[in-house]
């Protein structure tokens, strides 16, 4: 009974027995439920979507995830934790982005200039720079696979799955992302 | 690429334990003789083991008040693929499921030519083309047709209670002439439902009824599913 009880407080939705959790609460069109939802979830969903589209994009694309959260509640059938189903959805709408600046990647990828500056540590390579900050200096492509292996702990070929690329790939681009954050550490 | 390069670019592989038995060998191995690589190996254990303890930071400004402004904006109506494809299934089976009856798959020649008090013109001609006393061999036993339809009960009345509630949160949407269309459709099929139940609790057997019921909530389901599209924004 006990445990029955506090199931559910892991996901900062239950305030007692018989209590309608705010997930249910945010369903039924409660946004203040919806609210404390979104305090309890924010710094781990802006975390996500800053480390993988960057600063530029985070604030915004946390935002669009937490509207489609809100609009696909009623689907959430509570198979999964909420947390775990929440962090599906902040994926799949940062991977829509990501897929939706392809073009523009493009470009900057075509750039043999932009390459070089892409790969060449920071002028202030003999100071210790911030391990986000190196982070946040990757290529986007080797960026988005060490945020998901080395951060979020998906395997390899998990990552192939969601960013549509050969396993071999992803384990190329995350020895690729931990050597340059290497050398931006001043390990190198 | 160096013979020193190709054994660098096997570390992070060694690290995450994705080598053969061979391959870690060969890296221990060269390991044990390589300062350089040992030294490169220890920065990326270093490296994996910060980006698995980096902690969530939250975003600099409060970002709720811009969700909130867009929450009060009406509810996008969405279903998940599987829903979608649970829903065309399961149309695709009612519809088979009638076509069969309607092709000779009834349990009785006696009942296929019952009165159609609203069922499908192309009945009684198809009636006519099969040969007698094909039914109950094609179909199986009436317990089996009953089998059938009560399988689907369960999938159909879930997807039925999907679409409402889609339709039910974007009836907003709607104007006020196709909302009393649709629900003047709804109201008439229900009512076909509901009379086709009941003569089916009087007459089981009856294969003409059973092929109505199926089509009767099969059109509810499509004009369910085409009401709730029509409430989705482009």
């Known amino acids: ?188 | 690429m160096s013979r020193h390069e190709q054994w660098t670019d096997q570390l992070s592989d060694y690290l995450d334990d994705e080598l053969s038995e061979a391959e870690r060998a060969a890296v221990e191995a060269h390991l044990g003789e390589c300062a350089e690589c040992s030294k490169t190996l220890g920065s990326l254990r270093r490296i994996v083991a910060e980006a698995a303890s980096l902690t969530p930071r939250p975003p600099e400004n409060d970002l709720w008040p811009g969700v909130a402004v867009r929450l009060a904006q009406p509810r996008r109506i969405s279903f998940t693929i599987p829903q979608l494809a649970a829903a065309s299934l399961l149309l695709a089976a009612l519809s088979g499921g009638a076509v069969v009856l309607l092709l000779g798959g009834g349990p009785t020649g006696r009942s296929q030519t019952a009165t159609n008090p609203g069922g499908t013109a192309e009945a009684p001609g198809v009636e006519a083309a099969r040969p007698a006393g094909a039914l109950s061999e094609d179909i199986g036993s009436d317990s089996g047709l009953a089998a059938a339809v009560n399988v689907a009960d369960a999938q159909y009345d879930e997807a039925v209670a999907e679409l409402e509630r889609a339709l039910e949160e974007g009836r907003g949407r709607l104007d006020a002439t196709t909302v009393s269309v649709v629900e003047q459709n709804l109201s008439i099929i229900d009512l076909a439902i509901a009379e086709a139940r009941g003569a089916l609790m009087a007459d089981p057997s009856n294969g003409f009824l059973s092929g109505h019921l199926i089509e009767a909530r099969r059109r509810k389901l499509d004009l369910l599913r085409r009401a709730a599209a029509l409430t989705q924004p482009n």
Do not use: C
């Open chain 1, 1 to 188: 009974m006990i445990s029955a009880v506090v199931t559910f407080i892991g996901d900062g939705v239950l305030n007692g027995t018989g209590q309608k959790s705010d997930v249910a609460l945010a369903a039924a069109g409660d946004s203040s439920a919806f609210e404390r939802l979104y305090r309890a979830h924010v710094a781990r969903i802006h975390s996500l979507a800053r480390r993988m589209l960057g600063n530029d994009f985070a604030d915004e694309v946390t935002q669009d995830i937490f509207v489609r959260t809100w609009q696909k509640l009623s689907t959430f059938r509570g198979e999964s934790a909420f947390t775990t189903w929440l962090h599906r959805l902040a994926l799949n709408v940062i991977i829509e982005r990501r897929r939706s600046l392809a073009i523009q990647r493009t470009r900057v990828a075509d750039d043999p200039i932009a390459l070089d500056l892409a790969t060449v540590p920071p002028s202030r390579s003999d100071l210790r720079v911030d391990f986000e900050y190196a982070m946040g200096q990757l290529p986007e492509g080797a960026r988005e696979i060490f945020v998901l292996h080395d951060v979020e702990g998906y395997k390899h070929r998990e990552i192939a799955v969601m960013l549509q690329i050969a396993t071999g790939t992803s384990k190329r681009q995350l020895h690729r992302a931990r050597m340059l954050i290497r050398q931006q550490l001043g390990e190198a």
